[in-house]
C-alpha cells in the first residue's frame, strides 16, 4: 500500500499534504514547523505507523511518545489516534494506545510487552517528570520502568513546544544525553509548533547538535492547497473589556461585566463564540456572570482543573456541531493549540505573541466563514500577566496595534527568545537515576525543569468517609483532578478541611497540610469537604458536597508489602526461577542485546528470587499451610498467605543479592548482575542502608531493610545447580573496600557510568517485565508450576 492510500484510509480525507507524503518516505527531522490546522498531528503519527508496519524503517522506534502541553489536548489526540488505527485494521488495530494521565490503570498496564509497537500519550508534567525518574502520580517503585521504556526504542514527539516553557528545554537536554549515552533500540526526538523557533533549542548540551539539525516546513505545493486555511480572513480588533488596576477590582467585576455584555452582542445563533481567559478563576467568574444573564446559548467552560470524567464529556461537547441558538465556550489556554474547534467570533485576552497566534488559529480554522471576527482584550497591569511576561506582553500588544486582519498567511513571524528557565545539567540528570529518597524523606524537586509558567500541578480525588482515618484505595483515572500549588494551598486553609497523601514507607494515609503539598503529589480529599462543582471544575473551599464516583478497589503500594508474591496458586521456588528466565529468554526472541549483557540479564533471572528462602520469608509464605504439612519443607515463591513479615522492612530481593556476591561467577558481569537481582522490583538500587526507624538488629550486627549480618539461607536449586547453605553478609554497606571489596555504592556509581542510565535501567527493567510475565502465566496455567 503507498501512503497516499494508507493515509486516505485512515483519515477518509481525499488526499495528504505534500509535506505529509514527505514526513513519511524521508528520514525524520528534528523540526516540523507547520502552521495551525494542516495537519501535524495525523501526519506524524500516520508517518511513524507507515514506517513501522509497512516499511518496517529500522530507523523509526517502536514506540511513539506524544508530549503534550496541556491536558484536553492529550485527550483528543488520544481519540484521534484510536480512529486512525480502528480505520486502517489489520496489524494496525492491535497497536495499543495508552493515555498516561495517573491513577491506576497507567502504572504496569502499558509496561508489560516492550517488544510490540505502541502509541503513549501524556501531558509534559506526565512524561517528562517520568522522563526524570520521578513520575508524577504514581509510585517511585515504579519510575525506573517507565524511565527505561520511555527513553530506549522511543521516538519523542513534542507538539506545540511554545506552550512548553522549561520543559522545553529540558526536552533539548534529554535528547542530548539521548545523543550521549547510548540507547537500546534507537532515539530521537521531534519538535513540533506553527510557530517554532530553533533559537529556543540552544541549550548547553544540545546547541553542538542544532547545527545538522533538519526542518520540515511547507513547500509551493503546500501552500497551494492550504490557500484557503492560510487566507481565511479574520477581522483583528481591540475588544471594549480592559483589565487593569482599577477594573480587577472586587474579582475583576468592571471588567468581566464589559467583556460579557460584549461577547452577547456579538454571537451568532448556529456559530461558536469562543473566549479565551489566562486564568482559571477568570473563566469560572466569567461563567458565573453569563449564566446569570440567561443568554439564548449554550454554555461551556473549559480548564484543566476538571476531573477526567467530567473533562471526558467537555472534550466531546466542543467538538459537535454548534446547537441552532449556539454555543459560547469560556476557556483557558488549555484550548489554545490542538483543539479542532472553529469559531466565528473569538475573544481573547492580551498574551505572548507565539500563544496569540495559535489562538487565532481557531477562529475561522477552515476557512468556512466569509468574515469572522478577533476581538483582544488589553492587559495594562503587571501584576495580571501571570502565567506570562508582561514585556512579552508589551511586545505582543505593539503587534496588533499594527494589524487590521489575523490570516495566517499574513501574521509576522516568533522572534521573541524563550523566558529563562532552570537547564537540566548532566550532573543533575545523574543524580536522580538513585531513587531512594533522602533520610527526611524527601526527593528532588524537579519542577523547575518542567514547567516556568507557574508550578506543575498535583493530583486530588473524592471519597466518601468521615474522620481522620481513610480506608481508601488508589484512586481511578477518573477520579483525579489537576489542581495548582496556590489552589489546593486556598483551600486547605481552612483547618477543618483534610487532605491526606498516601506514605509508602509506612503503609498509612498521613495528613497533609497546606504547607506540605509538592508537585506530582496525590491527595485524597473527603467528599464533604467539598471543592468541586462538576461545571466549574475545581473551586477552593466551594461548599456542596462533592460527588463520588464509582471506582475500584486498587491496592495501595507499601515497601514492606510483596504484593507480587501474594498468588491465589502457589509456586515453587525453583520453579518460578526457572519461568523467569525462560520469559526472559522470550524477549531477547524480538529485543536483541550484545550476548554478553543478554546472559547477565538470564543469569540475574534466575538468582532474583534466591533470597526467597530466607526463614523470614518462606514463615510468611508457609503460614496458610498447619505446622504438620508436607508443603511446609518446601522452598516457595508464591502463596495466598497475606500475613506481613516479622521484620519490618525485610527485602528478599537484597538477599538475593548477596547471595550472589558470595556464589556468584567473578566475571566482567558480576557487578551488573548483582545490581539487575536487587533492583527487580526497584526498592534496593543504588545506595543500600537501613530505614531511617528500621529496628536495629541484635548484638550490634550490621543491618538493611530486615536483612541481618549472619542470616543463613538454607541450600537452594538454580537452574539445575544446588546453592548450598550461605550466611549473609553485609560488607558493602560500608565506604570504601572491605573483605567482600568495594561498597554497594561504588559498585553502583561505577555501572552507571560504565553503562549509563538509558541501559542501566533498560536491563533491570527486562528482569522486572519478566518477572511480571512469569507470575501472570503461573496463575494462568501457562506453566508447569508447583508439584502439587
Not at 518516505?25 to 505507523?49: D, H
Not at 525518574?133 to 521504556?149: C, K, N, T
Not at 550490634?700 to 542470616?711: L, M, Q, S, V
Not at 541450600?715 to 565506604?735: H, N, S, Y
Amino acid at each position: 500500500m503507498d501512503y497516499s492510500d494508507f493515509f486516505k484510509k485512515a483519515t477518509e480525507l481525499e488526499a495528504a499534504y505534500p509535506y505529509q507524503r514527505r514526513l513519511a518516505s524521508q528520514t525524520w527531522p528534528e523540526f516540523l514547523e507547520i502552521p495551525t490546522g494542516l495537519g501535524k498531528t495525523a501526519a506524524v503519527v500516520l508517518a511513524w505507523l507507515y514506517k513501522r508496519i509497512i516499511t518496517h524503517d529500522p530507523e523509526t522506534p517502536r514506540r511513539l511518545v506524544y508530549c503534550l502541553p496541556m491536558r484536553v489536548l492529550a485527550e483528543q489526540t488520544e481519540a484521534n489516534i484510536h480512529h486512525w488505527l480502528h480505520r486502517l485494521g489489520g496489524e494496525a488495530a492491535e497497536i495499543p494506545v495508552h493515555l498516561l494521565m495517573g491513577g491506576e490503570e497507567d502504572l504496569q498496564s502499558w509496561t508489560l510487552q516492550p517488544d510490540r509497537n505502541a502509541v503513549l500519550i501524556g501531558t509534559q508534567d506526565m512524561l517528562l517528570s517520568r522522563a526524570l525518574m520521578r513520575g508524577y502520580g504514581m509510585s517511585r517503585y515504579q519510575w525506573p520502568v517507565h524511565f527505561a521504556l520511555l527513553h530506549n526504542d522511543a521516538l519523542w514527539v513534542f507538539d506545540e513546544v511554545q506552550l512548553m516553557g522549561a520543559g522545553l528545554r529540558t526536552s533539548a537536554q534529554l535528547e542530548a544525553f539521548r545523543r550521549e549515552f547510548n540507547v537500546h533500540g534507537g532515539a530521537r526526538s521531534l519538535w513540533l509548533s506553527a510557530t517554532l523557533n530553533t533559537d529556543w533549542f540552544k541549550t548547553v548540551d544540545f546547541a553542538p547538535h542544532l547545527e545538522n539539525a533538519t526542518a520540515l516546513r511547507l513547500d509551493e505545493d503546500d501552500l497551494r492547497l492550504a490557500g484557503r486555511r492560510l487566507s481565511a480572513s479574520k477581522t483583528l480588533q481591540a475588544g471594549n473589556a480592559l483589565l487593569n488596576a482599577e477594573s480587577k477590582k472586587g474579582n475583576g467585576e468592571k471588567y468581566l461585566s464589559d467583556l460579557a455584555a460584549q461577547i452577547l452582542s456579538v454571537h451568532e445563533p448556529g456559530t461558536n463564540t469562543l473566549v479565551i481567559l489566562n486564568r482559571v478563576e477568570r473563566t469560572q467568574e466569567l461563567l458565573r456572570l453569563l449564566k446569570k444573564r440567561k443568554p439564548d446559548a449554550e454554555l461551556l467552560l473549559v480548564h484543566a482543573r476538571f476531573r477526567a470524567n467530567e473533562r471526558k464529556a467537555l472534550n466531546q461537547a466542543i467538538q459537535h456541531t454548534p446547537p441552532p441558538f449556539g454555543r459560547i465556550i469560556v476557556a483557558t489556554q488549555a484550548i489554545e493549540a490542538g483543539v479542532d474547534i472553529s469559531a466565528k467570533n473569538l475573544f481573547t485576552e492580551l498574551a505572548s505573541w507565539s500563544s496569540l497566534v495559535q489562538r487565532f488559529g481557531r477562529c475561522n480554522r477552515y476557512g468556512e466563514y466569509a468574515e469572522a471576527n478577533i476581538y483582544w482584550l488589553n492587559i495594562d497591569d503587571e501584576a495580571s500577566a501571570p502565567p506570562y511576561d508582561y514585556p512579552d506582553m508589551k511586545a505582543a500588544r505593539g503587534t496588533l496595534q499594527n494589524l487590521t486582519n489575523a490570516r495566517l498567511e499574513a501574521l509576522p513571524k516568533t522572534t521573541g527568545k524563550q523566558p529563562a528557565t532552570d537547564v537540566l545539567r548532566r550532573k543533575d540528570f545523574l543524580d536522580l537515576f538513585n531513587t531512594d529518597a533522602d533520610l527526611t524523606g524527601f526527593d528532588t524537586d524537579i519542577s523547575g525543569y518542567i514547567r516556568d509558567s507557574g508550578t506543575p500541578p498535583l493530583f486530588v480525588y473524592w471519597r466518601d468517609f468521615d474522620g481522620m482515618r481513610p480506608e481508601q484505595s488508589q484512586p481511578d483515572r477518573a477520579e483525579l483532578c489537576p489542581v495548582s500549588i496556590s489552589q489546593i494551598k486556598s483551600h486547605l486553609k481552612n483547618k477543618d478541611i483534610a487532605a491526606f497523601a498516601w506514605d509508602t514507607v509506612e503503609g498509612s494515609w498521613k495528613r497533609v497540610g497546606p504547607n506540605n503539598v509538592f508537585p506530582g503529589q496525590t491527595l485524597l480529599l473527603r467528599a464533604q469537604d467539598g471543592g468541586y462543582d462538576n461545571e466549574l471544575g475545581f473551586v477552593a473551599a466551594h461548599k456542596p458536597v462533592v460527588e463520588v464516583l464509582p471506582h475500584r478497589e486498587a491496592s495501595n503500594q507499601v515497601y514492606q508489602k510483596d504484593p507480587d508474591s501474594i498468588k491465589t496458586i502457589p509456586i515453587l521456588l525453583e520453579d518460578h526461577l526457572c519461568h523467569v528466565a525462560a520469559a526472559v529468554k522470550q524477549l531477547f526472541a524480538v529485543l536483541q542485546l550484545p550476548q554478553d549483557k543478554a546472559e547477565a540479564i538470564v543469569t540475574a533471572a534466575f538468582w532474583h528470587d534466591a533470597g526467597k528462602a530466607h526463614p523470614i520469608f518462606q514463615e510468611t509464605l508457609k503460614s496458610i499451610w498447619n505446622e504438620d504439612d508436607p508443603q511446609q519443607l518446601r522452598l516457595w515463591a508464591k502463596s495466598a498467605a497475606t500475613a506481613r513479615h516479622k521484620r519490618r522492612y525485610f527485602r528478599h530481593e537484597l538477599a538475593s543479592m548477596l547471595a550472589w556476591m558470595v556464589h556468584g561467577e567473578k566475571s566482567p558481569m558480576h557487578n551488573l548482575i548483582a545490581y539487575l537481582i536487587a533492583a527487580h522490583h526497584g526498592k534496593v538500587r543504588m545506595s543500600l542502608r537501613a530505614m531511617p526507624d528500621e529496628p536495629e538488629a541484635p548484638s550490634g550486627k550490621r543491618y538493611a531493610r530486615g536483612i541481618y549480618e549472619g542470616d543463613v539461607l538454607p541450600p537452594v536449586r538454580i537452574g539445575g545447580k544446588m546453592l548450598p547453605q550461605t550466611a549473609l553478609r553485609l560488607d558493602v554497606m560500608e565506604l570504601g573496600i572491605g573483605e567482600m571489596g568495594p561498597s554497594w555504592t561504588h559498585r553502583t556509581q561505577k555501572l552507571l557510568q560504565e553503562h549509563g542510565p538509558f541501559l542501566l535501567a533498560w536491563y533491570e527493567t527486562l528482569v522486572r517485565i519478566a518477572d511480571w510475565h512469569a507470575s501472570e502465566q503461573e496463575q494462568n496455567g501457562g506453566n508447569e508450576h508447583n508439584g502439587q
